[in-house]
């Protein structure tokens, strides 16, 4: 990676980088998808908060129980249900193994002990269930002993739900902050990225920019009309009126509420501590521990997804551990900022302006003689 591409797409501190004097420490999200037990919570939350207008809640998909289907414009946390037959369970603790013959994910030294580690000589093996909803010691040393089970037995589970809140990623280097001509989208003191609705035109060109396909321009939605106050409108809306129509929206990770001290709603409402929210260096601690706890009790499909600074778009706020590939959670697996690529694209128009120029020349001496 070349200098002006990790300049572009490579680790930085975003907030200083948009020349915030005080910055306050990055914050973030980490998800842990083994403890999620798509309970929706974090979606109603995010939407009472935000007074975000409904947009098809109640309308069935008939491909899964996931009703919302992905993030958009109204609806700024997504819950995914994936289920999982025995042969998929199967291929996704093999590519998990995989990942470990890479040397990834590395979250400390290979010598280094971790508290959660089996003995020297043990080994785990991969198990037929998904660790507990519970974040005790003795329900994951359940979970573990069950897994030992299955590999004696040789079997594994007939299906199994995998379930995810994802959420915008406010990367290091966003797309849609780049792309924006009007300054509506821009960068906090917290390093995540937030739209000013009365700022955006609506043009729309962040929508293409982002490589997780996160936001979007609001076209149509409802809301109910509170009646417990008769003649009052729910919050952030006129009398029942969609606000914000054409305007791009997307996750603020709750900057009204963090920057005064308070937990973003969705984290606030999660009943497994499955959405944790702090500074994003507390959070990728808290990943990488969780993520090796787990592998080493056997769950080898395991990883992380977002605590990569080299991965395209110089790492995220929003950690994610993943139980399979990022693909059957609907993640790109390989993400890129558009603006990446800006110093190939100038070299590429820069040689054919040259060649034009050449071939103009050319012809125009061949003309005099």
Known sequence: MGWMTRQLSGPSDPARDAAWERPEQRKGFFTDTSICI?????????????????GGELDLLGTSYDNTGGLGANTWRHVAFVEQTTERVERARESGRRLVDLGMPASRPPDAPHPGASPAGDTAPAGPVGPSPVDGDGDLAAAAAQARTAEVTGTLPDFRWLMASDVCKHCTHAGCL????????????????????????????????????????????????????????????????????????????????????????????????????????????????????????????????????????????????????????????????????????????????????AMAVGAFAGRRR
């Not at 994003?280 to 600074?309: C, K, P, Q």
Request: glycine share 12%; charged share 20%; with cysteine.
């Open 38 to 54: 798509g309970c929706k919570a974090c979606e109603v939350a995010c939407k009472e908060w935000n007074a975000i207008p409904g």
């Open 178 to 357: 780049d792309v924006c001509p009007t300054g509506s989208l821009f960068r906090t003191e917290h390093g995540t990225v937030v739209v000013q609705p009365d700022v955006c035109n609506g043009c729309g060109y962040c929508v293409p920019a982002c490589p997780f396909g996160v936001i979007e321009r609001r076209s149509d939605g409802h809301v109910q009309v509170g009646h417990d106050q008769p003649g009052r409108a729910q919050p952030g809306h006129d009398h029942g009126e969609v606000s914000n129509v054409g305007i791009a929206q997307k996750c603020t990770l709750c900057y009204d509420r963090i920057g005064v001290g308070q937990t973003p709603a969705c984290a606030q409402a999660c009943p497994t501590t499955s959405i944790k929210f702090g500074t994003l260096a507390d959070m990728l601690d808290t990943a990488h521990e969780r993520v090796e706890l787990l592998r080493s009790n056997g769950f080898t499909e395991a990883r992380l997804y977002g605590a990569n600074a080299e991965d395209g778009v110089g790492g995220t706020s929003s950690v994610f551990l993943l139980l399979d590939e990022p693909e059957v959670y609907g993640l790109p697996p390989d993400p890129v900022v558009p603006t990446r690529d800006l110093p190939q694209m100038f070299r590429s128009a820069g040689i054919a302006a040259v060649a034009m120029f």
